[in-house]
């Protein structure tokens, strides 16, 4: 499935827009990675502990959008957005929603 965050799809005409799309996931992070960000914050550097987190949240969203774009017949989504947020106590824990429009390029 062709993916894009651009309204179209250059070379491809679309044929037929089938709605809106969407995936969401929410994941923690857990007590070792925070206090090991803190430490990376005060000495400087990534925290490849996070930038994981957040690779496999927007992994696992846009996965679940996929699939709802399929089960409706399109084979592109068009027009894609991905939003962070934090949520939960203390902005514990990680969502990403991703929204788009399902097409048939």
């Known amino acids: 499935m062709l993916l894009s965050t651009t309204p179209t799809i250059e070379g491809h005409t679309i044929r037929e827009y089938k709605g809106i799309v969407t995936g969401e996931t929410i994941i923690g992070a857990n007590f070792m ?11 400087g550097g990534r925290s490849g502990g996070y930038e994981k987190v957040l690779r496999e949240a927007k992994d696992t969203a846009l996965a679940e959008m996929q699939e709802r774009a399929a089960a409706i017949g399109a084979n ?3 027009g894609i957005d991905i939003d962070y947020e934090t949520v939960g106590q203390s902005g ?5 929603a991703v929204s788009g429009t399902a097409v048939i390029i």
């Open 76 to 78: 592109a989504i068009v």
């Open 33 to 43: 990675k925070d206090f090991f960000a803190g430490i990376r914050d005060i000495i």
């Open 92 to 96: 514990s824990m990680l969502m990403v």
